[in-house]
């Protein structure tokens, strides 16, 4: 999908002045790469709304600077604290000869015909949200497609399962062996195996308890007549 943004260069720099630039709708910028570094602004209201769009952090996007169109990247871009204000954004230009690093989103599909979510009642965590990629400028795609639909309760999908498109290598993610998503068990099924485990645990210890020895029963039925007996001499 082409997305275009328009920019204009900024003729003045500093904290003044792009304070006096965002209280007129503007938004600073620049943009860097191959070539020079250009100060830009950009319209305030049109850069927020395409800021919302999912493709807009993930794809080759034409800048148009004053009627020159260019190829870039989004790179950074800073909110204010609270208000729903841009307050500073970062581009950087692309060669379409050389591979890039860059973030994608990932998109997860099938959870609720997963096994360990249909079947067994868990609930999908997704550790990572987006991917980081290399590729070519011609090769990047939109998002990264997760299909959960095997599943199972307990089991996970690590980067190495990825279904990559062509030309598309997973960046480090502390290996390959890194966890996508997992299918977690529910915590009231964990604390009720855990009860019957224990329940388990004592009847079985209660069961290979040995029992008293019938000797040492009549022993200790026997010595308080023992003890009885003089007693009753005495009496005579």
Same mark, same amino acid.
Request: aromatic residues 4%; hydrophobic residues 45%; charged residues 20%.
């Given at each position: ?13 500093? @904290? ?7 209280? @007129? ?39 148009? =600077?004053?009627?020159?169109? &260019?190829?870039?990247? =989004? ?13 500073? !954004? ?11 690093? !860059? ?29 980081? !990629? ?11 497609? $997760? ?5 199972? =309760? ?7 399962? =990825? ?18 998503? @997992? $299918? ?8 009720? &195996? $855990? ?23 009549? @022993? ?17």
């Amino acid at each position: 999908m082409a997305i275009e943004i328009n920019a204009t260069n900024r003729k003045t720099q500093g @904290t003044g002045a792009s304070r006096r630039l965002r209280n @007129t709708g503007r938004v600073p910028g620049v943009v860097y790469g191959a070539g020079d570094v250009n100060m830009i602004e950009m319209d305030h209201n049109e850069l927020y709304y395409k800021l919302r769009a999912e493709a807009f952090h993930a794809s080759i996007l034409t800048l148009n =600077l004053e009627g020159k169109k &260019e190829s870039v990247l =989004l790179r950074d871009f800073v909110m204010h604290p609270f208000r729903q204000q841009v307050q500073h !954004i970062d581009f950087q230009r692309v060669d379409a000869k050389k591979k890039m690093h !860059i973030k994608v989103p990932l998109h997860f599909v099938n959870a609720d015909i997963a096994p360990g979510v249909k079947d067994g009642g868990g609930k999908v965590s997704h550790v990572m949200t987006d991917l980081d !990629i290399i590729c070519l400028p011609k090769d990047l795609p939109s998002f990264i497609e $997760v299909d959960l639909a095997h599943l199972a =309760l307990g089991h996970s999908i690590h980067v190495v399962d =990825l279904k990559l498109p062509n030309g598309v290598e997973a960046a480090a993610h502390g290996g390959h062996a890194a966890v996508v998503a @997992t $299918v977690q068990v529910p915590r009231g099924m964990m604390e009720a &195996e $855990v009860a019957a485990e224990a329940e388990a645990a004592a009847a079985a210890s209660a069961a290979s308890a040995p029992a008293p020895a019938a000797g040492a029963a009549k @022993t200790a039925g026997a010595a308080p007549a023992a003890a009885a007996a003089p007693a009753a001499k005495k009496a005579k």
